[in-house]
């Protein structure tokens, strides 16, 4: 008798032999030399799931595996720490933080997280289309409040394709609800206090397989959850059969880093670096780099744009991300409007495709936008991070995160932190719910 999975119950991220266009478009961004496949890629995309497709992804799998970088391909885009140091800019010397300021910067970056979160997360996956017509029928265009479920007409409960039923509205919740953009920073305050601050991606990985269920991964976490549970160890566990390496997972990660480091971009991006390796290559790893820097930088007393450019202190110069988060900064200096530079950044990222929509790139372009063009106020700040669309939940609070870790409590308003009522909620095994001012003072505790 054969015996084959049940590919139905299967989810899509599960699947290698599912994501096979996706790997194509992925590797050719990368420079790997694989054009002369494609024409085999396609075909075995077409077929149906079966164990001969999942034969076929193998080999597929084992020709990206072993493909060189195309000799005209431009950019240098290590994965290793010492590859990534050689070829970052130098960072500008920072000024000491105010210690006596530190805790109510802290409250701020997690309170501020968790309301960036809860805005965009009802509206995670919609695209602008739709968006645009929900937040200006309801009178919230320009974006200034959370989006309430009398906000939902019946006609978009009916017609819209994004589907609206069953979402965490603002006024539906007693706290801030599960995600995880507030999971990881949770989970990375539990594997500090486990195995300090010289944690490994070793560690990382067991922590993963300890505390949550395989349902709270996404994308590049699922499929680096399942390669962990296989004795796939990092790096090992970032690359096999993972199509989705470069997207935003690890970038929703470093927050943590970043509180414990405060005024030490460098040693934020090295502990970023530890846990993006988990379930990332090259911009992916990046992305977590540039969020834990900005957000050690963010506790000092400086610029928004001092802020960004300590992030980027700590990300390769030879990098497409490097490249295109500066080219928003110089639009910014130049003068483009608010709008047309995030129509930009629409033009070079596809929101109606997966990979546009939730790639790292993508989205730290707009994290960066929303920052500058946001001017330090929050409430026009994470609102530009989730109007523009994209990764909505995971701009929102990570914008959030900064400013709040910039100005400190007193910059976010009671409407904001009133529906979150100073809880997180979580599905880590064992915690539940978590009092932000609890984890203010465990993030101290951090502290070197």
Known sequence: MRITPDYTSMQKWEDYGNNLLLEYKQSIEEGLDIEKYKDLFEAAARLEPSPERAGIADTLFNIVNCANIREDYKYNEPSDLEGIRKLCPDGTKLPSFDKEKLSDKLSGAWLGRAVGCLLGKPIEGIRTDELNVLIKTSGNYPMHRYIVSDDITDDMYENFRFRLRGRCFADTVSCAPVDD????????????????????????????????????????????????????????????????????????????????????????????????????????????????????????????????????????????????????????????????????????????????????????????????????????????????????????????????????????????????????????????????????????????
């Open 181 to 448: 953009d507030t999971n990881y920073t949770v989970l990375y305050q539990m594997v500090v206090d486990k195995y300090g601050r010289d944690f490994t991606a070793e560690n990382v990985g067991e922590a993963w397989l300890d505390l949550q269920p395989k349902r709270a991964y996404c994308t590049a976490e699922r499929v680096a959850f399942l390669n962990l549970a296989a004795g796939y160890k990092p790096p090992f566990s970032a690359i096999y059969k993972n199509p989705f390496r470069e997207w935003i997972g690890a970038q929703i990660r470093g927050d943590y880093f970043g509180y414990i480091n405060p005024g030490d971009p460098k040693t934020a991006a090295d502990m970023a670096w530890r846990d993006a390796s988990v379930s990332h290559i090259k911009n992916g790893i990046y992305g977590e780099m540039f969020i834990a820097a900005m957000i050690a930088c963010a506790a000092c007393d400086i610029s928004i744009e001092d802020v960004i450019m300590g992030g980027l202190s700590q990300v390769p110069l030879t990098s497409r991300l490097y490249e295109k988060v500066t080219e928003v900064i110089e639009k910014y200096r130049s003068g483009v409007s608010c709008q047309d530079c995030f129509k930009f950044i629409h033009e070079e990222f596809d929101e109606y495709s997966e990979h546009g929509w939730c790639h790292t790139i993508s989205n730290a372009m707009i994290v960066t936008a929303a920052l500058l063009y946001g001017k330090g106020d929050f409430t026009r700040s994470i609102c530009l991070a989730v109007q523009t669309g994209f990764d909505t939940d995971c701009n929102g609070a990570t914008v959030g995160s900064v400013i709040g870790m910039m100005y400190g409590t007193a910059a976010i308003s009671e409407d904001w932190a009133k529906p979150i009522n100073g809880v997180i909620d979580t599905s880590i095994f064992g915690v539940g719910k978590i009092d932000i001012s609890s984890a203010v003072q465990k993030t101290l505790s951090h502290i070197k």
